[in-house]
């Protein structure tokens, strides 16, 4: 723990930030939502089997919302709250290159959110499927659409709470009504969406011929252009900072 102080000071004070945070608990209940709809599918009348279940809550559940939102709690709160609190130039006092506090936040919120994911998708995965329907594959395709999703929303977001005060009901608007409604319904929107990317993810890993996704692209092209988008949020959230440094 005191290597991890010493070399990235900034993730770190971070993580400790996001401990005794509100905006953890409510990334923990969004992570739970699943859970809840799983213990249903066992208890109710078991209409579709197990592994249609699981496939059809992340194709319309998970990637369109519980993802985003989740992410949304802890990647506008990495830096927005430095911003509302106003103790950024206390942060850029730092001897510290400003692309480096950018990364290690994003390091900070993708930790912490892909944690309880993870947990709530585990979980999840086993409420959900007997013991003769138990799927390795399904729960790889599972976190691997997540884990993909959530550090472009997480990249997202946080580039959102530079640019904007509100970033937290901003990014509740983009994932309720462009990620989810919008998306759902308008073909265009929905190839211009992280969720159709992360989808990809999840049906090329989970390799399903019954388990299908309109314009799904192919697994290398996916994850391409999740990292582009990442790494470019990313980027210009670093010369936002610097601006801010300037001004």
Do not use: C
Not at 48 to 76: K, R
């Amino acid at each position: 723990m005191m290597s991890l102080s010493r070399r990235a000071p900034i993730l770190w004070l971070t993580l400790r930030q996001f401990r005794a945070g509100r905006a953890t608990w409510l990334a923990a209940l969004f992570a739970a939502t699943p859970i809840l709809l799983a213990v249903i599918h066992r208890l109710g009348s078991r209409s579709v089997s197990d592994a249609e279940f699981l496939a059809n809550l992340f194709l319309e559940v998970l990637a369109p919302t519980v993802v985003p939102l989740a992410t949304l709690m802890l990647a506008t709160n990495a830096l927005g709250n430095e911003l509302a609190d106003r103790t950024v130039p206390y942060l850029l006092l730092k001897p510290i290159a400003r692309a480096r506090i950018v990364v290690e936040k994003f390091l900070a919120s993708a930790l912490v959110t892909s944690l309880t994911l993870a947990v709530g998708l585990l979980v999840t995965w086993a409420v959900a499927s007997s013991g003769a329907e138990r799927s390795s594959r399904m729960l790889a395709a599972l976190l691997g659409g997540t884990l993909a999703g959530m550090l472009a929303y997480g990249a997202l977001f946080m580039l959102i709470s530079l640019l904007i005060q509100r970033a937290l009901l901003v990014g509740i608007i983009y994932a309720l009504i462009w990620e989810s409604a919008l998306a759902r319904f308008i073909p265009g929107v929905k190839l211009l969406s992280i969720r159709h990317f992360s989808q990809s993810v999840f049906v090329r890993l989970l390799d399903d011929p019954t388990v299908t996704l309109d314009r799904a692209l192919q697994l290398p092209s996916a994850l391409a252009v999740l990292v582009v988008v990442t790494v470019a949020a990313l980027t210009v959230a670093s010369l936002l900072l610097r601006r801010i440094n300037a001004a």
